[in-house]
């Protein structure tokens, strides 16, 4: 019988679990209700260390193999929401108005939660599992902080992984990169300080609109003649706010936006340019400007080339070779995952939720209509299986 045969039984379970979750979605280091919820189910399954204290609201299990020594390998799920209003009406919605589950993550942990119900009952690998339930990943620094707390300190590993649905690609299909497959992400922060003044008499102020202007033209330029146009680079200014009324000329202006790289040699650069040019221009205009970035950043998330021929092969046991790309394109999105590869080995892959295929959703992440395809419960599930069975 395959793995997923066996999974089988249970996926009624795994459906009410993730449902269950999606209706009670949780914002980064909110996660109580999942919480509580993901370590009742690691208990039931008789796994053999449930503990709660690192993340704030995260969860990490272990699970001993029955055929002796080996490797210690993470298996890593995300479980928090999107400040994001669902407008889907089935029976499992959101209950809780501007929050949903929008990425997944309540599909993620069930995946995780799936395996650590097989792996619990079978132990037919050599080592240990550590599985990783995650929280705050959408940008509140959750994986930083569980790491920070000592995480792989108190449980080492030799490798780690973690999976994502991605809407577009045939559900139930794999992909993997090996290398960057997830790009660095920086807030940027612009504060221009002028002289505010009538705006009928502009030569009377210190007009920071107009520096911001430059500085927003500068960065268009900056990216296009000083960085190789074969290393991906995005800086998206989104947000411009000055003055209040029409006929005055304010004293500061706000920019704001994002950055990603697929390098970190080329993030750090441009955080050095970014910084001068924001302080010259304002100079060039007798002005005073400063330049921060947010509180969290991510670095790109970059697999290593062994294990990822290790989540190939588990992949292709589990859906065929037809079934995984083994060389998709990177993605200029960022997963904060790329800090737990930061510290050991590992790979970070995606699982097709669909393409609007056989009914499924074909929407994007972060959409408002979004939802977690269930058929790709015992998919993700077996993934994990197979790659702990396989090391």
């Not at 999107?82 to 407008?87: C, D, Q, T, V």
């Not at 959408?138 to 902080?145: I, V, Y």
């Not at 920071?208 to 990216?223: F, K």
């Not at 330049?291 to 080339?305: D, E, R, W, Y």
Request: charged share 15%; net charge negative; glycine share 10%.
């Amino acid at each position: 019988m395959n793995t997923i045969d066996v999974l089988t039984p249970w996926i009624p379970d795994a459906i009410r679990i993730r449902h269950a979750i999606h209706q009670h979605p949780e914002l980064g280091f909110e996660e109580n209700h999942t919480q509580a919820l993901v370590a009742a189910e690691l208990h039931r399954y008789g796994v053999d260390e449930v503990n709660t204290d690192f993340g704030k609201t995260g969860v990490v299990g272990v699970i001993h193999g029955a055929l002796g020594d080996g490797p210690s390998i993470g298996l890593r799920a995300d479980m928090d929401a999107l400040p994001i209003h669902e407008e889907n009406t089935f029976a499992h919605r959101s209950c809780h108005d501007g929050k949903m589950h929008a990425c997944g993550h309540d599909g993620h942990t069930t995946m995780l939660l799936l395996a650590a119900r097989y792996l619990a009952d079978s132990r037919q690998f050599s080592g240990r599992v550590v599985l990783i339930f995650q929280p705050a990943e959408e940008g509140r620094g959750g994986a930083e902080t569980m790491i920070g707390d000592g995480l792989l300190q108190r449980y080492p590993i030799d490798a780690c992984y973690a999976l994502h649905n991605m809407p577009g690609i045939p559900a139930g299909h794999f992909a993997f990169k090996t290398g960057p497959i997830m790009a660095s992400s920086d807030r940027l922060f612009v504060t221009i300080n002028g002289q505010s003044g009538h705006a009928g008499l502009p030569h009377l102020t210190q007009d920071p609109l107009l520096v911001a202007t430059h500085i927003y033209q500068g960065i268009q330029g900056m990216v296009s003649r000083s960085y190789d146009p074969f290393d991906p680079l995005v800086v998206s200014v989104t947000q411009l706010h000055c003055g209040e009324t029409t006929n005055a000329i304010a004293d500061q202006a706000h920019m704001s936006g994002t950055f990603r790289t697929l390098n970190q040699t080329t993030r750090d650069s441009l955080v050095a340019r970014l910084a001068q040019l924001v302080e010259h221009s304002a100079k060039a205009h007798g002005m005073r400007a400063e330049f921060k970035l947010g509180p969290i950043s991510h670095p790109p998330t970059v697999n290593t080339a062994e294990e990822t021929a290790q989540a190939i092969v588990a992949a292709q046991k589990t859906v065929g070779a037809a079934h995984v790309n083994p060389s998709c394109e990177a993605k200029l999105t960022s997963e904060d995952f790329a800090f737990f590869l930061n510290q050991v080995p590992g790979c970070y892959g995606f699982l097709g939720n669909g393409a609007g295929e056989n009914g499924t959703c074909s929407v994007g992440l972060h959409n408002k209509a979004y939802d977690f395809n269930n058929n790709l419960l015992p998919i993700g599930a077996a993934y994990f299986i197979h790659l702990i069975e396989k090391h």
